[in-house]
Structures are given as C-alpha cells and as structure tokens.
C-alpha cells in the first residue's frame, strides 16, 4: 500500500472517531445542561527516513496524515425549558452549579433538582448541591428556588443559596458524564457571589439536531470517498506488479 493510501487511511479513522463524536451529540439532545461535542483536526507529518534511534532525519520527505485525538467541548448556552418545578433552576448567563460526588467536587449547568433522601437538595443521582455554605437542607416540601439563587419556604425563611462558580479557560474542564465535568489540575474556580437563575426552569441540551444529522451525512460521505482512495490505490500497485511481471 502507498503512502497515498496510509494518508486516506488515516482520514477514515479520523471520520470514524468523529462519527462516535457526532452519535454521542445526538443521544443527548435531551439530556439537561448537555453540551455538545466537537472533534478537533489536525495535521501531523510522518517523515519516511529516520536514523538508527527512530529519530526524524533532517531534510526527510514526509507526508501529511490527519487526526482527531483531542475532543473539545462547545459551552454555548442551551435553550431554557420551563419545567413547573419548583426546585428546578437555570443558571441565567455563564456558570456552574457544584456538586458534590463521591469522587469529588464535579460541576453541571443541568439545574434539574431533586431532595435525596437525607433531605438534601440534590442533583436526580442523589449527590448534593452545594450551596454558599455547604449542602442545603430542604425543610419544607413547598421549598423553592427564587431568581436570586436563594431556596426558601412558604414563609420565606432561607435555606440556603446555591454556589455558582465560573472558570476563565472552559477548555480546562474534563467531561465525566454527559452533563458533568471534572476541573482540570490548573483550573480554578471563582465564585459569583450574587448569582442570577431562572427559577422552575432547567436549560436543555445545546446539541442542534439538524446540524449533527448533516454533520453525519458529510462525515458518512467523507469516508466512503477515503475508503475508495484506497481502493484505487491499491488496484494501481497491483497493475504495477503486473505490468513489471
């Protein structure tokens, strides 16, 4: 096989981790705060002559492969979703809602609360939502978040506030889950004192379903034209080989 073809081979395996990328956006589209996925190209030259140590020879020829190892995430916003309830929540502008798992503090913009049952505000897993002063106790089954942030009774006594932090690099974040993320080694939160949400409201998925469906049909098409080029190479070797014999 050619170089042409190892070039066009690489191009198919970079389709096909995008394909994955492409799939997973799609089967989030309804999953709360989920931020879609985006795979990241880049070109990477292979030189043809290295010396004894497997080190690149100066001056060597080389050939342009692609790849797709590095997956980034777009944090655009989501469309708001009134939900009704009364301990849903939408962060209103930039932010994360913290939360505390047990493998740590994690961070979400899905605001789609629940009370665990250690009458926590939670997150539908049962880990706790972390507020200004720690996890919040829901004491009242009226509670409910207002615009402020604050949770409060039918009385307005206030349980607490929720905890919203930002970060300056949002590339820094590690994706876990499908709506939650890991801060990286040197990513530092900040938090926002006065922290703005929309109540009875969670922000939905940013994924466009049209978009990733058209995605999917170029990439589909962008590696059945990979696969052909290598076809046609190696049918070229071939009447090479033939025509020398």
């Keep these: 096989?050619?170089?042409?073809?190892?070039?066009?081979?690489?191009?198919?395996?970079?389709?096909?981790?995008?394909?994955?990328?492409?799939?997973n956006n799609l089967a989030n589209v309804g999953t709360?705060?989920?931020?879609?996925?985006?795979?990241?190209?880049r070109a990477?030259?292979?030189?043809?002559?290295r010396d004894a140590d497997g080190s690149l020879q100066s001056g060597a020829p080389a050939s342009a492969f692609v790849s797709t190892d590095l997956v980034g995430a777009d944090f655009s916003i989501g469309s708001a979703l009134p939900t009704g309830s009364p301990l849903h929540a939408m962060i209103d502008g930039p932010g994360f809602f913290e939360i505390e798992t047990s493998r740590g503090t994690r961070y979400s913009r899905a605001g789609n609360f629940i009370v665990?049952?250690?009458?926590?505000?939670?997150?539908?897993?049962?880990?706790?939502?972390?507020?200004?002063?720690?996890?919040?106790?829901?004491?009242?089954?009226?509670?409910?978040?207002?615009?402020?942030g604050e949770i409060t009774d039918r009385n307005g006594n206030v349980?607490?506030?929720?905890?919203?932090v930002r970060f300056g690099n949002l590339q820094k974040l590690e994706r876990e889950g499908e709506s939650v993320y890991r801060a990286g080694d040197d990513a530092a939160p900040s938090e926002n004192a006065s922290p703005k949400v929309i109540p009875e409201t969670i922000e939905g998925s940013n994924v466009n379903t049209s978009r990733e469906l058209a995605a999917m049909v170029i990439l589909q098409r962008s590696f059945e034209t990979n696969l052909r080029s290598m076809q046609v190479d190696d049918e070229t070797t071939?009447?090479?080989?033939e025509g020398i014999r």
């Design 1 to 23: 096989m050619g170089s042409n073809a190892y070039i066009a081979a690489s191009g198919a395996s970079a389709q096909l981790r995008n394909l994955d990328v492409v799939a």
């Design 32 to 41: 709360p705060g989920f931020k879609r996925s985006e795979s990241i190209f």
């Design 44 to 49: 990477v030259l292979e030189a043809s002559l």
């Design 116 to 148: 665990n049952r250690d009458g926590q505000l939670s997150t539908p897993n049962g880990d706790p939502v972390q507020g200004q002063g720690g996890p919040i106790e829901i004491l009242d089954g009226d509670a409910r978040i207002l615009p402020t």
């Design 159 to 164: 349980f607490g506030r929720l905890k919203v």
């Design 238 to 241: 071939q009447r090479l080989i």
